[in-house]
């Protein structure tokens, strides 16, 4: 298994890598404190963090849904999180304009899963260095991620993660396959399961995505058991006030005892 390293997170290490952070940038002082208390849990839990946070979400189900507040700001916040905390960072691209420029300040460049074959996407993150997060599509088998795979190798970048977040299950709903990691490990790169992607309703709630929120914590631990090389949660102090993926979202409260249960699974399996 190829080792990929971002500052001192190391995925595919002895040690299970979180990634954890808001859906989307909501505003500056609440992106810097929810990174705060993130960055001092992981620190007294010695858990490998990456603060993901998003600056726009691109494919919102309504146009009148919150995006966040764009590239501009929203890096400007990002910058701001990484200078107080040092604390590696990831964010979504959903243009290969963007790529460059978000890669200045981000360490690792997410490829969401509706966007998971745009070969300019993908070569244009590739060709900036930078480490690559790919989400498996819901629409794709976990063999069909080699062609994505190809497209970053032949960029000549082999930092590459992938992502498992459920596969479509019927209208507005996803299931999470277990194999569906093993296969994506055979690839010999580090494998993440996105835990509160995998519980999401697509387009479910009307004019928004639900959700089953309170079942992430679970299938974070048959992933974990399974074999993966991290968990990729999004958590909110509220997760009934946020704007964006609220049905999902794990409570900041409740991932002390939900990280330290993955810690012991994984201590048993890793």
């Known amino acids: 298994m190829k080792k990929v ?32 208390r993130l960055v001092r849990l992981a620190r007294r839990m010695k ?3 990456v603060f993901k946070a998003s600056f726009d979400k691109a494919n919102r189900t309504s146009v009148d849904s919150y995006r966040g507040p764009g590239l501009t700001e929203g890096l400007a916040v990002l910058a701001e999180v990484k200078r107080r905390f040092g604390v590696p960072l990831l964010t979504d691209i959903h243009e290969p304009g963007q790529a460059e420029q978000v890669a200045e300040v981000v360490d690792i460049l997410q490829i969401p899963a509706f966007l998971c074959r745009q070969t ?6 590739a060709r900036t260095g930078r480490v690559i997060n790919v989400k498996k599509g819901q629409f794709l088998a976990p063999e ?10 032949h960029c000549g970048n082999r ?3 992938l992502t498992e977040r459920g596969a479509s299950f019927g209208y507005h709903n996803l299931v ?39 079942w992430a914590p679970a299938l974070a631990r048959a992933a974990v058991a399974t074999g993966c090389d991290g968990v990729f949660m999004e958590t909110h102090v509220d997760p009934t006030q946020a704007l964006s993926d ?25």
């Open 47 to 49: 858990v490998p963090l």
């Open 120 to 125: 300019d996407l993908l070569v244009a993150a």
């Open 246 to 270: 609220k049905a999902n979202a794990i409570a900041f409260r409740d991932l002390p005892e939900v990280w330290r249960v993955l810690k012991e699974i994984h201590d048993v399996v890793g």
């Open 144 to 153: 069909d991620m080699a062609h994505v795979i190809g497209k970053l190798e």
């Open 176 to 214: 999470a396959d277990m194999r569906s990691l093993l296969i994506l490990r055979e690839f010999g790169y580090p494998v993440v399961f996105d835990a509160t992607h995998s519980v999401q309703r697509p387009g479910g709630a009307g004019k928004m995505s639900g959700g089953d929120g309170r």
């Open 159 to 161: 930092k590459i993660i």
């Open 5 to 36: 390293t971002v500052g001192e997170v190391v995925f595919g290490g002895q040690a299970l890598a979180m990634i954890a952070g808001p859906c989307v940038i909501e505003s500056r002082a609440g992106c810097l404190d929810l990174a705060g």
